[in-house]
Antibody, heavy 120, light 111 residues
């Protein structure tokens, strides 16, 4: 069974840092791009970042560029999101999502999400 | 303000056919595939339609997608109570602010 399990979400103060993790199973992890997508409470979906199969290429939404860093460890079937200089507007449920074999194929499998709350 | 524009709400009665629109531009829908997601209350989104009109295995053929120019539509026929959910469109965007963009979502109510 294809599965994605996120972890690392907590309550953090504005300006703080946090690292999210996503453990993948049930598919050949290093064949696929991977994404982070977030959803603020009561709001819609917002794409955050993507990483190529080998980690060599990354893309970010303007709202997180320069503050967030996506990475992956294919030996551990794991995806990460390093979040720095957190703002209250970063409060959201963060989903890990499996992409396609190229950047143009969207996310077909999603995890259940991990909640990040930025508050003083 | 989302890059892709969807109506905030839609409704229908059981058995009816409803459509949800998604409007974009030449840099996203006009030149790339459209994807549709269903989000049931309290759950993660689920892929409903990929590459404009393809259904993943397990998605009923009551769900169909289409695209014309810079707009796309999701149609649900034979509406059922379990279809009550939020629906989102998504597309790759060739502009610098991209690359992936979502619609704001449409809440479908089954009356």
């Amino acid at each position: 069974e294809v599965q994605l399990v996120e972890s690392g979400g907590v309550v953090v103060q504005p300006g703080g840092s946090l690292r999210l993790s996503c453990a993948a199973s049930g598919f050949t992890f290093d064949d696929y791009t991977m994404h982070w997508v977030r959803q603020a409470p009561g709001k819609g979906l917002e794409w955050v970042s993507l990483i190529s199969w080998d980690g060599g290429s990354t893309y970010y939404a303007d709202s997180v560029k320069g503050r967030f860093t996506i990475s992956r460890d294919n030996s551990k079937n794991s995806l990460y999101l390093q979040m720095n200089s957190l703002r209250t507007e970063d409060t959201a449920l963060y989903y890990c999502a499996k992409g396609g074999k190229n950047y143009f194929d969207a996310f077909d499998i999603w995890g259940q999400g991990t909640m990040v709350t930025v508050s003083s | 303000q989302s890059v892709l524009t969807q109506p905030p709400s839609a409704s229908g009665t059981p058995g009816q056919r409803v459509t949800i629109s998604c409007s974009g531009s030449s840099s996203n829908i006009g030149s790339n595939y459209v994807y549709w997601y269903q989000q049931l209350p309290g759950t993660a989104p689920k892929l409903l339609i990929y590459r404009n009109n393809q259904r993943p295995s397990g998605v009923p053929d009551r769900f169909s997608g289409s695209k014309s120019g810079t707009s796309a539509s999701l149609a649900i026929s034979g509406l059922r109570s379990e279809d009550e959910a939020d629906y989102y469109c998504a597309a790759w965007d060739d502009s610098l602010s991209g690359p992936w963009v979502f619609g704001g979502g449409t809440k479908l109510t089954v009356l």
